[in-house]
């Protein structure tokens, strides 16, 4: 493997550039319409090309689909719409030859209701896997608690008549969850972690890491106000238990006994960065949670600088930050923000992330500015979708269509029916175009990662917010000397700000474009008041490297 190893020892997954694959979005090798394994290893040059070190794989294990992998009913196999386990293998020796981690999916809060663990378990009380799943006594028609499935937005528990209990589902009524109480069970789990670390997986991003532990008596959640699909519910009885954390501790121990510096990285499905914070535990439990702080907030220099610096003071002591803009589930920034100067703001957000102190998430198609479109009924297929339908905008399918690599039919990413309708904006909108073109958002994208790459103060780099003006957010990076201040105006209008001196790193702004006009990559900066045209971005490096 030709990993590069930092001069500063620091784990690789804190200066990697992360890029999430939903994989049956991103590229399809068999003309089914459905992205694939296969797929993603005809794309690793471009990832590579591109400067990604990390891949996160959504889920592509056996499944019936119907949260489209987030139900999986063997874990130890890929789903045959993918390929087959010799594609993973293929893919991940790919991946590594070329420099590039492979972090999967590791969905164990539930199974699919059609794992055979499950077929097991409901088959009778007395079967030894029923203590696997969790069940309530089935006494009338009432049901336990007020517990509710977000995907089906009705009552979570779900008759099991050979039984006479409830099952929970609080995803959907086909995603029953295991009991992580029960020790036969969180074996059996570790032993499927293994089973992907042994093959050479780098890592999991642990999916609703936080809710695998329910309360010991089944409370009812309290009501909340609130517009998200949470379902005016405070979530605080069947997710987030502090239970939660000796697992994290035992599930650092399996990915610690590897060597390589295999990384958990935990989906902790909510927005409380607090709670996101606390399972880094003291350095003993996840190496990451995410930090869904900027999927949810406003446009702005204030609004972002406020997440961050919250972000950053949540984090006890020693703990790594990341950032994240789009992912699966959420809508895709670039729609969210998108609504004025759509193509400005995508570089202002792209240098914030990029050069924010903490690993970066890429969702895939960002980099060329992929929006989201409201679909029609007909064109749904996510179940949250299904269910909100027409009244809300909550379905995921719009963040998931398809990767526009170029403007042949089906985008280049299919030579069938794509699964989802490719976004109509693909002949103009594409990665083909955009690589070609040197001003694009793409090349905007490259060549910031290209920087983090050469300045390790980017990466690895103390942060010291600077003074600003309304709507300009400025910081500084500072590693053995090296400095690296970021100027991003957030706002269509001019402001004047004071710089700090040294040679232009990077500068873009829309009138100028990308080093037109000044200042060009290697320019002096001197220590100056200067003006930040509206949505400038101006990147300044002092001393030596
Ligand atoms: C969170 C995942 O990101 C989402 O896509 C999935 O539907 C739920 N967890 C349930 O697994």
Known sequence: MTMTTH?????????????QI????????????????????????????????ALWISPFFKSPMRDFGYDISDYR???????????????????????????????????????PWFAEARSSRSNPKHDWYIWRPMNGPRRPNNWVSLFEQKSAWQPNPATGEWFLGTFTRNQPEFDWRNPEL???????????????????????????????????????????????????????????????????????????????????????PALAASCHGSGDELHMAFNFEFLFSPWGARAFRERAERWYKFLPQGAWPNF????????????????????????????????????????????????????GRAALRDPLGIATWPLSGYGRDPE?????????????????????????DFPTRNVRAQMADPGSLWSWYAG???????????ALGSLTWLDAPPDVMAWTRELDGRSVSVYLNFGPRRRELAVRGG??????????????GGPNRGDAVPASRRVLEGYGILIVGEGTR
């Open 7 to 19: 001069r500063h020892n620091a784990p690789w997954w804190q200066t990697a550039v992360f890029y």
């Open 22 to 53: 939903y994989p049956r979005s991103f590229q399809d090798s068999n003309g089914d319409g459905v992205g694939d394994l296969k797929g993603i290893t005809s794309r690793l040059d471009y990832l590579s090309q591109f400067g990604v070190d």
């Open 77 to 115: 196999a890929v789903d045959s719409l993918f390929g087959g386990m010799d594609d993973f293998r293929e893919l991940l020796a790919a991946a590594h030859g070329r420099g590039i981690r492979v972090v999967i999916d590791l969905v164990v809060n539930h199974s699919s209701d059609e794992h």
């Open 186 to 272: 969180r074996k059996a789990i570790y032993d499927v972690a293994r089973f992907w670390l042994d093959l050479g997986a780098d890592g999991f991003r642990m999916d609703v890491a936080t809710a695998y532990v329910k309360d010991d008596q089944f409370r009812s959640n309290p009501f909340k106000w609130n517009l998200s699909p949470d379902i005016f519910q405070e979530h605080i009885y069947d997710r987030n238990r502090p239970e939660v954390h000796g697992i994290f501790r035992e599930f650092r121990a399996v990915a610690q006994s590897y060597p390589g510096d295999r990384v958990l990285i935990g989906e902790t499905h909510g927005r409380d």
């Open 324 to 375: 994240t803009l789009s992912n699966h589930d959420q809508r895709r920034h670039y729609a969210r923000y998108g609504k004025r100067d759509a193509d400005a703001r995508a570089r202002v957000a792209a240098a914030m992330l990029l050069c924010l102190r903490g690993t970066p998430f890429l969702y895939y198609g960002e980099e060329i500015g992929m929006t989201c479109r409201r679909l």
């Open 400 to 424: 998931r269509t398809p990767m526009q690599w170029d403007d042949s039919p089906g985008a280049g990413f299919t030579s069938g029916t794509p699964w989802l309708p490719v976004n109509p």
């Open 448 to 458: 910031l990662i290209r920087l983090r790459k050469a300045e390790p103060a980017l």
């Open 503 to 516: 040679s232009a790193l990077a500068a873009w702004s829309p009138t100028r474009g990308y080093g037109k």
